[in-house]
Nanobody, 114 residues
């Protein structure tokens, strides 16, 4: 299973970005998918997760600002990030539980700065 991330970059505070993560390869079944992030000097933390049925869970710090969605036909998740703050700056990693194993994307930098 390969997770290909796209999106990210630099944006001013209050701006928006969208991250995408597409799973490919010989996949029998994908369960939950999620986005984690890791800021410099901090531990990796869960940002948002979504089950195969579409149930979502968000970190308190992003509730109301981030929206996670999923297209099961494309094995892709999308993280729409709005009202971005400097503290959202981090490397964002896609995660998928597929075929009884955990898989991670390569990471993408999100920088929120004026």
């Amino acid at each position: 299973v390969h997770l290909e991330q796209s999106g990210g970059g630099q944006v001013q505070p209050g701006g928006s970005l969208r991250l995408s993560c597409a799973a490919s390869g010989s996949i029998f079944r994908i369960g939950a998918m999620a986005w984690h992030r890791q800021a410099p000097g901090k531990q990796r933390e869960l940002v948002a997760s979504i089950t195969s049925g579409g149930n979502t869970n968000y970190a308190d710090s992003v509730k109301g600002r981030f929206t996670l969605s999923r297209d099961n036909a494309k094995n892709t998740v999308y993280l729409q990030m709005s009202s971005l703050k400097p503290e959202d700056t981090a490397v964002y990693y896609c995660y998928a539980y597929a075929d009884f194993s955990a898989h991670w994307g390569q990471g993408t930098q999100v920088t929120v700065s004026s």
